[in-house]
């Protein structure tokens, strides 16, 4: 069956990107590998009335400079967002003619056939479900047969099959390590249990969480676990081009460092990474690669230190080639989380063929299986026993490379395909 399948790009349009942005573009180039058309739907501040000719323009300008439009009360602005919340959204098809020059954004951008724009609309979603506890309709022409969104969104495309996906419930589960609104998104999760024609999560352990605080979706729940195209990557370029841009760029030899990647927050276990990091010993650095979205006093005391001593290197973004280079090259990837709903940095380190220290938790040993060293997310002493074993046991880590291997073969594009294509054609 030839479906056509609607992808958002709320996470896309972020400048320094996440884990569902990689997701989103991981879903829409999976959609092309099962010969499935795709159509886009972004939310960026474009204006409606805009000029079908310069919409393209406009487009990779928002694109390459998001904007966050916060407006005082009662200011121009907040008066005409308020107006324009009276009215159904809109939405307007943006044509690619080509005469924008846009290769700069060959890593942003998602495979797709049609594009679309709604300016503002994921702000005003939440908005209309803040104040009513009801989920936003858009109207697309000739919409897509499924409109799979990335993330619990208050949206819906009329005419469509409505499929979301819970990544997992770390707000509810772990609510003292996210600043989201708790309320606000039991809500949503309550709603999108209740009103969509299906839910897709990336783990059995995301799955039985989900389930656990909403029963309701238990019988429209679907576990299509991830893929990563960290491969493609390797495949591409060889040891020694990896090894001279790492030195060019950062000033490290391989298997110099040890490599944490992804954002810098407290359900991450950053602080206490860190600090057994430092107590271990090692001769080697640690690279935190990540943007700090929420400081704490524990992981910047630490992080802080570190720094000081040249112990660890702090970079916040990296394009994905420069990313897997880094990762390639790395002794192991240290990754003890206090909660994962999947863990794709896991996954791409075994397709790098890299060693990985991963915990207990969440779905990190439903990836890392035998793979992986696996520790208690809570015990420091046992995270720093673990990164000296990984330094100095050169016999193991090879064990753990091969294994790897075989392990990551269970999320390759087809199996991912094969699940996807299981869950679009249940609804």
């Known amino acids: 069956m030839s479906l056509r399948v609607g ?20 879903l829409t180039r999976a959609l092309h590998h099962m010969g499935y058309s795709v159509d886009m739907v972004y939310g960026l501040d474009l204006p409606n009335s805009s000029n079908i000719d310069l919409r393209e323009v406009l487009f990779f300008e928002a694109l390459d400079q998001p904007s966050i439009r916060k407006s005082k009360l009662f200011s121009k602005q907040w008066i ?28 942003k951008l998602p495979s797709f056939d049609r594009l679309f724009n709604s300016d503002g609309i994921f702000r005003k979603a939440a908005r209309y479900f803040r104040r009513t506890g009801k989920i936003t309709t858009i109207y697309i022409d000739n919409p897509p047969n499924i409109m799979h969104w990335t993330y619990p969104l208050p949206l819906k495309v009329f005419g469509s099959k409505n499929i979301y996906t819970i990544h997992d419930v770390v707000p509810l589960k772990l609510p003292y390590t996210t600043l989201d609104n708790k309320g606000f998104y039991f809500r949503l999760i309550n709603e999108i249990s209740e009103k969509s024609d299906a839910i897709c999560t990336v783990s059995k352990s995301s799955l039985e969480d989900i389930v656990s605080f909403f029963p309701k979706a238990r019988n429209k729940i679907y576990n299509t676990y991830q893929y990563s195209n960290s491969s493609d990557y390797n495949q591409k370029r060889g040891d020694s081009e990896c090894a001279a841009q790492v030195e060019a760029n950062f000033g490290l030899s391989p298997k110099s460092y040890f490599i944490f990647f992804g954002s810098l927050e407290p359900k991450k276990n950053i602080g206490r990474l860190i600090e057994a990091f430092l107590a271990s010993g090692s001769k080697r650095k640690l690279v935190l690669v990540g943007a700090q979205s929420w400081k704490s006093e524990r992981e910047l005391r630490y992080l802080e230190h570190g720094i000081k001593i040249g112990k660890i290197i702090l970079i916040d973004y990296l394009p994905e080639s420069t990313l897997f280079a880094l990762l390639r090259l790395s002794k192991a990837l ?20 890299v060693p990985t220290l991963i915990s207990n938790e969440g779905a990190l040993p439903e990836v890392g299986g035998e793979a992986a060293l696996k520790i208690d997310a809570y015990d420091v002493d046992a995270i720093a026993r673990a990164i000296f074993t990984l330094e100095y046991d050169d016999n193991l880590c090879e064990k753990l490379i091969a294994a790897g291997h075989i392990q990551a073969s269970q999320f390759d594009m087809a199996s991912y395909c094969k699940r996807l294509e299981e869950l679009y054609h249940s609804v």
């Open 334 to 353: 240290l990754f003890p989380s206090l909660s994962e709903g999947f863990g794709l940095p896991v996954l791409e380190a075994m397709n790098s063929g």
């Open 7 to 26: 992808v958002d790009g709320f996470n896309l349009a972020i400048s320094r990107g996440t884990g569902v942005a990689t997701y989103a573009r991981t």
């Open 80 to 107: 005409k967002d308020r107006k324009s919340d009276l009215y159904p959204p809109s939405i307007q098809e943006i044509f690619f003619t080509g005469r924008v020059e846009k290769r700069q954004f060959s890593e």
